[in-house]
């Protein structure tokens, strides 16, 4: 597969923290738990720390039919997963996850297959990253970093894991195996 990246850099892209490639050690692997790019575009554009100017989003976006769109520039760190951003590039695919109910305790079954030619993109992706980030070795789920848990939305006195993607549809044995990466966990 040939790659192409679509550039398309959030509003506030240049006011993130820069950061040299040598910098990179990890990638995360999100999905959107939104219904399209389109609305994880509008997500990715708010602004949610007013004192910086910025918001929550990955650094690439992998849409269902494979096309890959870069929203922040690798030079510089992205929100994307709590204690780990200066070191990490996030990639997130598209995909429903629980969606619009993420935190109901009776919808925390993710359903939605990752696609071929998004899984395709995403190894694609991943080998230009390693030529591009000397020191990229990890890669990890959101869900192993940012294992926080919350009171479930219909029943606070259950609780819910804050993160489940990129969920128990993501093939990590395939992923791992054609990218070279070895999967990191909380803590490393």
């Known amino acids: 597969m040939s790659l192409t990246v679509i550039d398309q850099p959030l509003p506030y892209a240049h ?79 598209v995909n429903l996850g629980r969606y619009p109910h993420w935190w109901d ?25 390693r030529e591009e980030h000397p020191n990229l070795r990890q890669i990890a789920g959101h869900e192993d970093l940012d294992t926080a848990r919350l009171p479930a939305s219909d029943d606070p006195s259950i609780e819910v894991s804050r993160k489940l993607d990129p969920g128990p549809l993501f093939p990590w044995p395939e992923v791992l195996e054609a990218s070279g990466l070895e999967r990191a966990e909380a803590g490393h």
């Open 15 to 93: 006011l993130l923290p820069e950061r040299p490639a040598e910098a990179v050690e990890r990638v995360v692997i999100h999905c959107t738990e939104l219904p399209d790019l389109a609305m994880a575009r509008e997500y990715g554009e708010r602004v949610l720390y007013e004192d910086r100017g910025t918001g929550a989003s990955g650094h690439y976006y992998i849409d269902r039919d494979g096309s890959i769109y870069c929203y922040v520039p690798t030079t510089r760190v992205a929100n994307h997963v709590r204690g780990h951003n200066p070191d990490s590039i996030g990639i997130e695919l």
């Open 105 to 129: 305790s009776r919808n925390q079954t993710m359903t939605e297959p990752y696609t071929a030619d998004q899984l395709e993109a995403l190894l694609a992706l991943l080998a230009e990253l």
